[in-house]
């Protein structure tokens, strides 16, 4: 086995090179040509830091094709990074990211198709390998040991752990890394007590330890609040700007727009294209990663109606834990009007949705709908004056999966005409009804029979939105409704509910997404700790304001 590269550093002092052996000794094999100190590093630390030149193509991978049985997951995919960049890498569950940087990082080997790093052909055929060429990688699902420190795991992760770095050395370089990039954690910190944040940047620290040049990341931000999302896209433009190359997986439009220099788009396998993201837009991508066109459903600027739908005033609500989960919140909706209403999941939306839904008895306050009091109104009283429901959890709340989609699509009104004829069923009216719904609304079905529970997660919510919306409801409280969602089955209940609104619907909606949440509100309500902290028109917010509201850095 190789010893792991080492580069040649460039002393600022002595404005020369200095040997590779006169850093390292018997370091066998340089990888890149050059390299640079940072400022206060240390000669003799055992550095393995480079700095490419920036725009040159670190990494390229031609022609690879990558198959499972039948399935071609990676098919004949060309894809380059150049050192200094942020190179989106953007596509739908399934078209082939992961595929394609497990290959990258030895994780798979390619049947076909070739890597190469500075222009050399290279043979990477374990995730060492990669480490050894330069290639970090950013994992998902967290490799850490949780009774040990931040410092401690860092060491783990190192090719020759603790020779290479004592420990103090490691804690030092820990917090030079984080004043350099912005990141945020304490090396003597123990994994247990860390957040996911905390312990994604773990994982950077050990790339940054290896002397990745490339640094990939698959659906970073997956695991991450809004305040933790906005640091690590500033470390990664800050690594950008250090020269490295960065490879940003996601299924996210926004992160693209937002992040990225460049996106390659995959699509079942392949590339559909490569392309500068300033030359681009949220719409061509999304086109790009669905294929054929879809017009994004996105709420244009709108006014007011005036007309007040929903009044809450001064509700408090206990949460499970016996503490006050909702905290005197006040707020008015109108009709036609869309609520966005952001957090970080557990600061009372859930159940300041329940108390609106019938689901949980609000402890005091008041709830109107039209002037009607429905403070302790229960779901289904609600559901007769025209709320309808969007629950974050459809297998549990929205469907009875053993039902068929035409029972469940009747759910909530088979005791109603003309469903029901007398002590019986129509079930002629029902199957029909049933037909129409499922062509309205799109729903993909091998039949009306089919058990509910059997649908993909896109089709159970347009079978709930059927349900939910054919009446044109006074009132829709959608919590996370395209949670889980490819982008097709998104944009289409998104565009479901900004129809509804369009016929004077009051929407609220509890989403986690920021991007949805600007996509579609009128104003946005943001909760904190309970509190309804600020609600802001959406064309005066920015999602850093947003961010910061929800991460209770702010108050009104
Ligand atoms: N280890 C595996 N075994 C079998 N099929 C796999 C494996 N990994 C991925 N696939 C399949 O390859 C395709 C691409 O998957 P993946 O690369 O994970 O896509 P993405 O990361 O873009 O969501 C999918 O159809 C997936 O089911
Ligand atoms: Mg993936």
Request: glycine letters at 10%; aromatic letters at 4%.
């Amino acid at each position: 086995m190789e010893k792991p590269y080492i580069l040649i550093p460039e002393p600022p002092s002595r404005g020369g090179i200095i040997s590779l052996k006169e850093v390292i000794p018997g370091a066998s094999r340089v990888a890149g040509k050059f390299g640079r100190i940072l400022a206060g590093e240390r000669l003799d630390s055992k550095i393995v830091e480079e700095e490419a030149e920036i725009g040159e193509i670190v990494l390229e991978a031609r022609g690879i094709r990558k198959a499972f049985g039948s399935v071609v997951a990676n098919d004949g995919i060309d894809f380059e990074v150049k050192a200094g960049e942020i190179h989106a890498l953007l596509g739908e569950n399934g078209a082939g990211k992961t595929t394609l940087v497990k290959i990258l990082y030895g994780i798979y080997r390619c049947d076909e198709g070739a890597i190469r790093i500075g222009g050399e052909e290279v043979e990477i055929t374990s995730p060492t390998d990669a480490r050894d060429l330069g290639i970090g990688m950013v994992h998902q699902h967290f490799m850490l040991v949780d009774p040990n420190t931040v410092a401690e795991n860092v060491a783990l992760g190192l090719p020759g752990g603790r020779f290479m770095f004592p420990e103090q050395e490691v804690k030092d370089r820990i917090k030079r890394y984080s004043s350099v990039y912005g990141l945020k954690v304490d090396p003597d910190d123990r994994v247990w007590q860390i957040s996911a944040g905390e312990k994604q940047t773990i994982e950077i620290l050990k790339a940054l330890f290896s002397g990745a040049r490339v640094i990939i990341l698959d659906e970073p931000t997956a695991v991450l609040t809004p305040i933790e999302t906005a640091d690590l896209f500033e470390a990664l433009r800050l690594m950008a700007r250090r020269g490295k190359a960065v490879i940003f997986i996601t299924h996210k439009l926004g992160e693209v727009i937002e992040l990225s220099d460049r996106v390659t788009v995959l699509r079942k396998g392949k590339v559909v294209g490569c392309i500068d993201t300033r030359d681009t837009s949220r719409e061509e991508l999304a086109r790009m990663m669905v294929g054929g066109r879809i017009t994004p459903s996105v709420r244009e600027s709108s006014e007011r109606s005036g007309k007040t739908v929903l009044e809450v005033d001064g509700l408090s609500v206990m949460g499970d834990r016996g503490t006050m989960a909702v905290r005197n919140v006040s707020f008015k909706l109108d009709s036609g009007e869309i609520l966005g209403l952001a957090g970080v999941a557990g600061n009372g939306q859930r159940e300041l949705v329940e108390a609106l839904t019938g689901l949980r008895s609000p402890v005091s306050g008041r709830v109107e709908i039209e002037g009607t009091g429905v403070t302790y109104a229960d779901p289904r009283t609600l559901a007769s004056m025209g709320v309808a429901y969007i629950p974050e959890d459809r297998m549990e709340l929205a469907i009875v999966g053993d039902l068929s989609v035409s029972e469940n699509l009747v759910l909530r009104k088979y005791w109603q005409e003309p469903f029901s004829k007398g002590i019986s069923l129509d079930d002629g009216a029902i199957e029909s009804y049933a037909s129409e719904m499922i062509e309205e609304y799109n729903i993909v079905t091998p039949s009306k029979d089919t058990p509910a529970r059997k649908l993909s997660g896109g089709n159970i919510q347009r079978l709930v939105l059927a349900r939910e919306t054919s009446r044109h409801p006074k009132m829709i409280i959608a919590s996370h409704p395209t949670s889980g969602l490819d982008v097709k089955a998104a944009n289409d209940i998104r565009g479901r509910l900004l129809e509804e609104s369009n016929q004077g619907a009051s929407i609220l909606m509890d989403s986690e997404d920021l991007d949805e949440i600007f996509m579609l509100s009128d104003r946005i309500a943001v909760m904190s700790k309970g509190e309804i902290v600020d609600i802001v028109p959406r064309d005066d917010a920015t999602k850093e304001r947003i961010g910061l509201l929800m991460g209770g850095a702010l108050s009104k």
